[in-house]
Nanobody, 128 residues
Framework: QVQLVESGGGLVQAGDSLRLSCATSGQTFNNYAMGWFRQAPGKEREFVAAIRWSGGGVFYYADSVKGRFTISSDNAKNTVNLQMNYPKPEDTARYYC????????????????????WGPGTQVTVSS
């Protein structure tokens, strides 16, 4: 069984920084990509950022976080981080880490169906 566990969430003021981490453990699997999604109350889950390791590393970002958030990982692909700079109140949501165990078309990694494993999430609240 593959397990993903997020950490680093909490309360942060707008303009400050926050770093989320996601660690994988359990059963070994072909880890082709990992991503971050978020879901605010009353809203659908939305894509935030992802990294695909094939092709030397390809990064994907939602327009709403581009230039503010940065996704990174360790060389072993066991941990993925989300550096959140200049967060805004509209970034308040529960943030989920996900991993894809299958090779997919590049554009698929913007969608949640491309991911096979999910963490329970960590809450991020940005105050104004």
């Amino acid at each position: 069984q593959v397990q993903l566990v997020e950490s680093g969430g909490g309360l942060v003021q707008a303009g400050d920084s926050l770093r989320l981490s996601c660690a994988t453990s359990g059963q070994t699997f072909n880890n082709y990509a990992m991503g971050w999604f978020r879901q605010a109350p009353g809203k659908e889950r939305e894509f935030v950022a992802a990294i695909r390791w094939s092709g030397g590393g390809v990064f994907y970002y939602a327009d709403s976080v581009k230039g503010r958030f940065t996704i990174s990982s360790d060389n072993a692909k066991n941990t993925v981080n989300l550096q959140m700079n200049y967060p805004k109140p509209e970034d308040t949501a529960r943030y989920y880490c996900a991993a894809s165990g299958r090779r997919r078309n590049s554009g698929s990694y913007y969608t949640d169906w491309a991911y096979d494993y999910w963490g329970p999430g960590t809450q991020v609240t940005v105050s104004s």
